[in-house]
């Protein structure tokens, strides 16, 4: 859950929540200072919810290219034997046998 919250939603929702910590300290700074506070509900809404696709799609690249295994292994799914629950692991791969290939 918390992998799904850092990769998917937490990019998403971050320039949204820069934008209405900006629109809460201006309007505290009008307030002491004079002069308008900025509206939250008139915010450019598109744009941030453009600027927070673009971020979650950025990491979700990241991690597509930091986090995989190298070309010459192949992933083993999580599996049982003897009863015992085999966690996911990266082995080598085999090459396939050689010898005359068969027509056809």
């Known amino acids: 859950m918390a992998r799904i919250l850092i990769t998917y939603v937490v990019p998403f929702l971050l320039p949204m ?3 209405a ?3 809460w300290y201006r309007a ?3 307030a002491a ?3 308008a506070a900025p509206r939250l ?3 450019p809404w598109p744009l941030l919810m453009f600027l927070g696709a673009l971020s979650a799609f950025a990491v979700l690249g990241a991690t597509a290219f930091l986090r995989g295994g190298p070309a010459d292994q192949r992933y083993v799914p999580p599996h049982v034997v003897d009863g015992e629950v085999v966690p996911g692991h990266m082995e080598p791969k085999t090459s396939p046998p050689s010898g005359p290939k068969s027509p056809g």
Do not use: L
Request: aromatic share 20%.
């Open 17 to 19: 929540a820069v934008y």
């Open 21 to 23: 910590a900006w629109t």
């Open 28 to 30: 505290r700074y009008a």
């Open 33 to 35: 200072h004079g002069g």
């Open 41 to 43: 509900e008139r915010g």
